[in-house]
């Protein structure tokens, strides 16, 4: 069983910066590769960055360059680092564990998950 937790989310400009933070309980984080997506209103829950147990890190192409997912084993935290954010990055943000798996981008593919954070980019 892991509980995670999400924080680090707020209204920042376009063009600005936001670090999330994902605390997980449990002492098999080490075990999990670790995802972040985010539900826009109206919007399917999408796929947005994933790190896997031995760090190797995944992204959606819409943030590549700009976002960038690590983990602090010690600390059971992963967390999200998003840079020029863009009024289209507007969503509630969450945290996601899986064991590891095949599609590391399929949302079916995490069974733990935070209850979300917001991050509200203005124009």
């Known amino acids: 069983q892991v509980q995670l937790v999400e924080s680090g989310g707020g209204l920042v400009q376009a063009g600005g910066s936001v670090g999330l933070s994902c605390a997980a309980s449990?002492?098999?984080?080490?075990?999990?590769?670790m995802g972040w997506f985010r539900q826009a209103p109206g919007k399917d829950r999408e796929f947005v960055a994933a790190?896997?147990?031995?760090?190797?890190?995944y992204y959606t192409d819409s943030v590549k360059g700009r976002f960038t997912i690590s983990r602090d084993n010690a600390r059971t935290t992963v967390y999200l680092q998003m840079n020029s954010l863009k009024p289209e990055d507007t969503a509630v943000y969450y945290c996601?564990?899986?064991?590891?798996?095949?599609?590391?981008?399929?949302?079916?593919?995490?069974?733990?998950w935070g209850q979300g954070t917001q991050v509200t980019v203005s124009a």
């Open positions: 449990g002492r098999t984080f080490i075990r999990y590769d």
């Open positions: 996601a564990a899986r064991i590891p798996g095949k599609r590391i981008e399929a949302l079916g593919e995490y069974s733990y």
């Open positions: 790190i896997t147990w031995s760090t190797g890190t």
